[in-house]
């Protein structure tokens, strides 16, 4: 059975929570990452293949309905809202379903059992021909692409996070936690509450520390069982 990626939009932690508990029940959902906002989700849809995205209408920076407009290969949408107002535009971006909050699972299924019915007959949408993976991120006003595979690790410093790569440092405006839902599990690993690290740039540990190359990061005791079992496969 072929499973469909899914991307949250959602910037209530509550309603996020009942989604993704709801999308992890559905044997052909796969759940990518939540984002709070559309900044966020943008830069999920630059680095993934989302099949469907489960969008609330009223998102800090830019109206979710607004986001769909902006896409030009915009994934399968399903409207999530506690507003019953919007039904009509939600159509008119070809959401394949509106769902009016609290949502209950019985609703949930129906709504994705008609995207299902959709996305076996959607054309395949068309991937950017020899585009790395980037983080699009924000520094003085300006747009900046960091190629995730140049990532060394990741810092939190209060309200920003330093990502250091391979010959810089970027200093911007973001959450860890933040920036730790659009980076693959896979390749970047939680190390410490304040350092994300890539994992295959780690060339040696101990139980409390991780050596890349020359740099030393702390292992942080809260991290300490998970990521020796995740370095140790």
């Not at 609330?56 to 809202?81: E, N």
């Amino acid at each position: 059975m072929k499973r469909y990626n899914c991307l949250v939009v959602e910037d209530e932690p509550l309603a996020a929570e009942i989604l993704t508990d709801y999308i992890a029940q559905v044997p052909f959902l796969h759940c990518v990452a939540v984002c709070r906002d559309s900044i966020y989700a943008l830069q999920v849809l630059q680095r993934e293949k989302i099949d469907v995205m489960f969008l609330d209408i009223h998102l800090p920076k830019m109206k979710g309905l607004d986001f769909v407009r902006t896409l030009q290969y915009p994934p399968q949408v399903i409207i999530t809202t506690a507003y019953r107002d919007y039904a009509l535009e939600g159509y008119e971006v070809n959401a394949v379903d509106y769902l009016v909050k609290p949502v209950s699972f019985p609703r949930f299924l129906t709504a994705v059992n008609k995207l299902r019915q959709d996305l076996t007959l959607a054309p395949p949408v068309p991937e950017a021909a020899n585009e790395l993976p980037y983080l699009l991120i924000n520094i003085n006003k300006k747009k900046i692409r960091v190629p995730v595979e140049e990532i060394l690790y990741i810092e939190s410093k209060k309200d920003y996070i330093d990502i250091v790569t391979i010959d810089k440092v970027y200093t911007t405006k973001y959450q860890l936690g933040e920036i730790e839902q659009e980076l693959s599990a896979d390749a970047f690993i939680r190390i410490h509450r304040s350092y994300i690290a890539a994992r295959h740039k780690i060339t040696a540990y101990s139980a409390t520390r991780a050596e890349l190359g020359a740099m030393l990061l702390p292992i942080g005791r809260a991290y300490r069982d998970s990521v020796l079992q995740i370095l140790g496969k």
